[in-house]
C-alpha cells in the first residue's frame, strides 16, 4: 500500500464552491479521477493525504457516503471533517494521465 499526497485537484468548474471534485493529483506524477481514489481507498490499495502549507498538518482523504448521494471525498482531521481538498489549486491539464 502507498500513501499518496495530493496537491491539486480539478473541478469543471474551478470557481464554483458547490461542484465536486471530478479528479486529485500530485503533477507530474499522476492525477487520477475521483472514483479511482474512491476505489483505492476501498480496496486498502492507497492511502491519501493533504498537508497544510502553513502548518504542514496532515489531513487524510476519507470516502464520505451520505444515503441516497454519490459517494464523495473529504479530508479528516484531529477527529474533524474539513475541507482541505477544496483550497488546493487546480491540477494543470498536462497533469492528466
Known amino acids: 500500500m502507498a500513501d499518496v499526497q495530493v496537491t491539486c485537484i ?3 468548474h474551478p470557481m464554483s464552491p458547490h461542484e465536486h471534485i471530478t479528479h486529485l493529483g500530485n503533477p507530474p506524477r ?5 472514483e479511482q481514489v474512491i476505489a483505492s481507498i476501498d480496496a486498502g490499495t492507497n492511502t491519501f493525504y493533504v498537508l497544510d502549507p502553513r502548518t504542514g498538518k496532515r489531513s487524510n482523504v476519507a470516502v464520505v457516503r451520505t444515503a441516497g448521494k454519490a459517494p464523495y471525498l473529504r479530508t479528516h ?3 474533524d471533517w474539513n475541507n482541505n481538498l477544496l483550497s488546493l489549486d487546480q491540477c494543470p491539464l498536462a497533469a492528466r494521465r
Open 77 to 79: 482531521a484531529d477527529g
Open 30 to 34: 499522476w492525477e487520477w479521477t475521483r
Open 10 to 12: 480539478r473541478k469543471p
